[in-house]
């Protein structure tokens, strides 16, 4: 029997959450002679691996040192939407006299109550990745460390796995940022804001990636003065640049006082405060807070793993070194997620741990390279993006073309009073082929799959824009980029062809 982590704070849903994804009265189960599939890591690709091979019928064995379900579940996308859907409900209440809705004085956020809310529906998700339910699909789950002892066999608990295959599904953490003086005045991270029952009144929030953003903007509109930090010129640099400066727009407006290229000297303690040292543009300043949130990235996993008597190559920063089918440098052994991929997203880490079901159980022939995967940060407005980038494109030599259509002039985004954003899509010049695409919208995370499936099925514009899409309905901008497109084709000489035609038909 297993110790069962404790997940703060200690209530009724937190307990539900537990019993179910590491039971404190589970016992490890006697190992087999032999297992087909040893996962370790019981995230998204761990769990997605481990019910697939089961399914197949494979015998399989699943090891978590914490909890089942991974970030995604207990401390990143389910905790994290419900917050910002309930920050979204604040929003929309600040903004009802826009739509003519009068609402009377003294509203306000009640946030333990939000804060109660996510963890009641995290709670009542948990049943998909519990325990019970991979043991009833025939997975042998063993909670505890899991160290490699040799090229084919991993110890938990006194137990050796002997394995045909295995995954290695361990995820990825939040990073430390090496910022002197700042755990002693200690910060949150995403793995530990969900537990906070009362509202920071002042929240410094360093990292201005997507989770930064994301979580700045939800406790701004429950009522915190936030500020926040980034070390480049705009938001969520990994994003096309008017997506960022819309977001940018949305952030401000939501009263986030943005120190962008600040960097962060050093931190400490002056009483009730926790003062961050920032030096911007050659100046000095001191910002004050009474708690600290840092998102600045993700570490891999790969510690205490024992990888090197599996002769298994990693890199504390990368992760586990994987070829473009997740083969790892032993041929037994496969990797997946967030270990051993820069897409450090849930449905990527879905995507490849197929690959990984395929690859390690049959034939190895899928291939990661090929899959196009695209993400979303949960901003308001949210910023949807596949493919390549112009400046990527341009990068690795390709000549594109690109088409935006803005949703200021989209008619379902003017009578929802969300005309800040646009579709702007890429294509491979002279051809209708699609490269990339980003959208700027309320639920560009919707919208997009529109453009994924389009380029996974390798249809071009063309074939969006022969699409009937519902009217009056946001997505249709994607149609009129498309349609952009194909009055590109109508050429003077075309033109003047139909022209003829026309005349002749009279």
């Not at 009522?223 to 400066?245: F, I």
């Not at 986030?256 to 926790?274: H, N």
Request: aromatic content about 6%.
């Amino acid at each position: 029997m297993t110790e069962a982590p404790q997940v703060l704070p200690d209530d009724v849903y937190n307990r539900e959450l537990v019993s179910r994804i590491h039971p404190p009265d589970w016992a490890n189960p006697e190992p087999a002679a032999c297992y087909n599939l040893v996962v370790i890591g019981a995230g998204t690709a761990g769990l997605v691996t481990a019910a697939g091979a089961a399914g197949l019928g494979a015998k399989v064995a699943l090891v978590e040192r914490d909890l089942l379900g991974g970030d995604c579940l207990n401390v990143g996308c389910v905790p994290s939407k419900a917050l910002i859907r309930a920050a979204r409900a604040s929003a929309e209440v600040r903004d009802a006299n826009d739509y003519g809705v009068a609402v009377p004085p003294g509203a306000r956020v009640d946030f333990p109550a939000a804060m109660e809310r996510m963890r009641r529906l995290r709670a009542g998700i948990s049943p998909n990745d519990s325990a019970q339910r991979f043991r009833g699909l025939g997975v042998d789950v063993f909670f505890g460390q899991a160290r490699f002892t040799g090229p084919d066999s991993v110890e938990v608990g006194g137990r050796i796995l002997r394995f045909a295959r295995a995954v290695i599904a361990t995820g990825a953490r939040a990073a430390r940022p090496d910022v002197p003086g700042l755990a002693e005045a200690g910060y949150l991270t995403n793995e530990t804001v969900f537990s906070l029952t009362e509202l920071p009144r002042r929240l410094a929030v360093i990292g201005a990636g997507p989770i930064g953003c994301e979580l700045a903007q939800a406790f701004a509109r429950f009522g915190s003065a936030v500020s926040l930090v980034g070390n480049r010129p705009q938001v969520m640099p990994r994003e096309d640049r008017d997506a960022a400066a819309l977001v940018e727009t949305a952030l401000r407006h939501d009263g986030i006082d943005l120190l962008l290229t600040a960097r962060v000297l050093r931190a400490d303690k002056q009483g009730p405060d926790t003062v961050l040292h920032l030096e911007r543009d050659g100046q000095a300043r001191e910002l004050r807070a009474d708690t600290v949130l840092v998102g600045v990235g993700r570490a891999p996993n790969v510690e205490g793993l024992n990888l090197e008597a599996a002769g298994v190559e990693y890199d504390a920063k990368q992760g586990v070194k994987v070829d473009d089918r997740l083969r790892t440098s032993n041929r037994r052994i496969f990797a997946a997620g967030d270990v051993c991929s820069r897409y450090k997203f849930t449905h990527a880490a879905d995507a490849m741990a197929r690959l990984a079901i395929q690859n390690a159980l049959f034939f190895p022939t899928g291939r990661v390279s090929a899959l196009i995967i695209p993400w979303c940060t949960y901003t308001d407005p949210e910023v949807a993006h596949v493919g390549l980038s112009e400046e990527e494109a341009k990068k690795q030599g390709i000549d594109v073309r690109t088409f935006v259509q803005e949703l200021a002039h989209v008619d379902r985004a003017i009578l929802d009073g969300e005309g800040h954003g646009f579709v702007k899509v890429h294509v491979r010049a002279g051809t209708d082929k699609i490269v990339g695409a980003t959208i700027v919208a309320r639920h560009a995370g919707e919208m997009i799959s529109t453009v994924t499936l389009a380029m996974t099925a390798g249809l071009g514009l063309g074939a969006l824009a022969k699409t009937i899409f519902p009217y009056p309905t946001q997505a249709e901008a994607i149609k009129r980029v498309a349609d952009a497109y194909n009055r590109t084709r109508l050429t003077p000489f075309v033109k003047r062809l139909f022209e003829k035609w026309l005349a002749w038909r009279r």
